[in-house]
């Protein structure tokens, strides 16, 4: 069986060297591409299959901006994070918490990684995973000295040069077998040992071998403001804010637009219809080409709207056989495609469904849950509303369901406007 594999990421350090009179905040905080810099690395770390739980390390100080920086992360990545735990005054200190804070997870293998990195990348994971599964004690991300490298005994004294054959510079992460670097860590702490800077320089103290894995010159540490420019052009060349990897936040988006919808299904021979994708149990169906859900193709219309994108009719048309008992969350991913396609996101949707019957009250949080999983936003950012038509015209005469939805979507504000 595959061994699993968890990370660790160091993220409580103060970034003292990055500070700015006018902006103290640690550098892990800083805004890369629109989201804080810990929110690229969770989410390069949380996106690998094979990594299944992320504890993060964090100053006390910070809790507020943690856990800011983790509500900008998709759901399915989000899901691996432990509770964070706070660290110590050093990188090794703040190592040791976290791997405390692992060991009761029964994970095979740890990768410590700094915050300060968010370009770290599946293959460098892949890399180390498989150093470790062909026996190593350690693996390292490390990529080869290029420059030549000169020392320097001080003003006025000759330079001289050092040979920079077999010379890497280690980067993270550093993979290990997780109860052979906690008992590392352990023996380092109740021997005082508190001054490794990494942990592979703490492994070889404790007489593990260690094998190198090309890293990427990409995966460069943030240290300086130098650093945070260079991570700004690197972010913009990748297209690292790009929706299908992190949400934008909200904040970020400020071309608010709406857009509504409306659709009507009559009913049928059966015994349940579909609204907002949950099944609500009734004496009649929804007649349709699809599974004529009209709460979804009101919202899916809406969405649409906001973003000035034609209707659903126009994308799936009725006439096309694929789209026969089509379950019509598919149309609304595709709308949500569009709004990600321009850079934006779905803030909130407000719906309203029209019918003598069934109640919906009853059922009212089972449709707002389910639109908000379809829709991948929080329930609270979704409202479901119901009302008849006093037996008035098709609805009253319960001929069928009628629904009117409303959609927020934000986008960002081109330049120019
Ligand atoms: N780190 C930590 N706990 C500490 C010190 C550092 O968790 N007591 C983390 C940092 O948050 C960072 C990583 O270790 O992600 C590498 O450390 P470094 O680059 O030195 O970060 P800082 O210590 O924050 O920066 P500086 O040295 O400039 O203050
Ligand atoms: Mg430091």
Wanted: proline share 5%; charged share 25%.
């Amino acid at each position: 069986m595959a061994k699993t594999a968890a990370a660790l990421v160091v993220a409580a350090g103060r970034g003292t060297r990055l500070a700015a009179p006018d902006n103290n905040q640690p550098k892990q905080y800083r805004l890369l591409a629109g989201l804080p810099v810990l929110t690229h690395t969770l989410n390069a770390l949380a996106k690998h299959p094979r990594i299944s739980r992320i504890v993060t390390v964090i100053h006390p100080d910070d809790e507020g901006l943690y856990h800011e920086a983790v509500a900008g992360l998709p759901r399915d990545r989000s899901k691996k994070l432990l509770t964070e735990v706070f660290g110590g005054d050093t990188r090794q200190k703040s190592v040791v918490e976290g791997l405390r804070a692992l060991s009761g997870e029964n994970c095979d293998y740890v990768l410590i990684h700094d915050a300060a990195r968010p370009f770290v990348t599946t293959d460098i994971v892949d890399r180390l995973l498989s150093s470790l599964e062909s026996g190593a004690d350690g693996a390292l991300a490390a990529s080869q000295v290029a420059d030549t490298l000169k020392k320097s005994l001080g003003d006025g004294k000759p330079l001289t040069t050092i040979d920079r054959t077999g010379l890497w510079a280690a980067q993270t992460p550093q993979a290990f077998p997780f109860d052979r670097i906690l008992d590392a860590h352990e023996r380092a702490a109740s021997q005082q040992r508190h001054d490794f800077t990494d942990d592979t320089s703490l492994a070889e103290w404790d007489n593990m071998t260690i094998r190198l894995c090309e890293g990427d010159p990409g995966n460069f540490k943030i240290t300086t403001m130098a650093d945070l420019k260079r991570a700004e052009q690197q972010a913009k060349i990748q297209g690292m804010s790009d929706h299908t990897s992190v949400k934008t936040r909200l904040s970020e988006l400020q071309d608010i637009r709406n857009g509504i919808g409306y659709d009507v299904h009559a009913f049928d021979e059966g015994e349940a219809v579909i609204l907002g994708g949950a099944e609500i149990p009734h004496t009649r169906k929804l007649k349709g080409h699809s599974d004529a859900d009209v709460v979804l193709h009101a919202i899916t219309d809406a969405t649409l709207g906001a973003i000035g994108d034609g209707d659903i009719g126009q994308h799936f048309p009725p006439s096309d056989q694929q789209w026969k008992g089509a379950s019509s969350d598919r149309f609304q991913h595709d709308a949500i495609r569009r709004v990600s396609d321009l850079g934006g996101r779905i803030a909130h949707i407000d719906v309203t469904i029209v019918c003598e019957e069934p109640k919906i009250g009853p059922h009212r949080d089972r449709i707002r849950k389910s639109i908000s999983r379809i829709c991948d936003i929080p329930a609270s950012r979704v409202s479901v509303k119901a009302t008849t038509s006093e037996k008035l015209g098709f609805t009253g005469r319960k001929e069928g369901i009628a629904t009117l939805a409303s959609v927020t979507v934000r986008l960002p504000l081109p330049e120019d406007e």
